[in-house]
Nanobody, 122 residues
Framework: QVQLVESGGGLVQAGGSLRLSCVTS????????MGWFRQAPGKEREFVAN????????SYAKSVKGRFTISRDNAKNTVYLQMNSLKPEDTAIYYC???????????????WGLGTQVTVSS
């Protein structure tokens, strides 16, 4: 069993920054692919970013590329999402996820956190 706990969400003005953290525990997760997804009200959960176990490969959704950066510290069992130049359309619940395969599809992530709310005001 793997547990994921997100933190770092909050209310920020457009153009501002936030850093989300996801701490993992339970079974060994350093070999896991880790990802961030988000879900806005009335919309489906969508891929934001992912990172392989070593941190050498990352992928981003087009809507966040160049503004968001995913990273991980395996010694701390923590994954980060640095979000800069935030826009109102980034408002959503952000979820951390872990999986065994390098993928942008949510179906390939078997472990999920409960999410953290990010609200960007205009």
């Amino acid at each position: 069993q793997v547990q994921l706990v997100e933190s770092g969400g909050g209310l920020v003005q457009a153009g501002g920054s936030l850093r989300l953290s996801c701490v993992t525990s339970g079974r060994t997760t350093t070999s896991y692919v880790m990802g961030w997804f988000r879900q806005a009200p009335g919309k489906e959960r969508e891929f934001v970013a992912n990172i392989n176990w070593s941190g050498s490969s990352t992928s981003y959704a087009k809507s966040v590329k160049g503004r968001f950066t995913i990273s991980r510290d395996n010694a701390k069992n923590t994954v980060y999402l640095q979000m800069n130049s935030l826009k109102p359309e980034d408002t959503a619940i952000y979820y951390c996820a872990g999986g065994r395969y390098y993928s942008i599809e949510r179906e390939n992530f078997g472990s999920w956190g409960l999410g953290t709310q990010v609200t960007v005001s205009s």
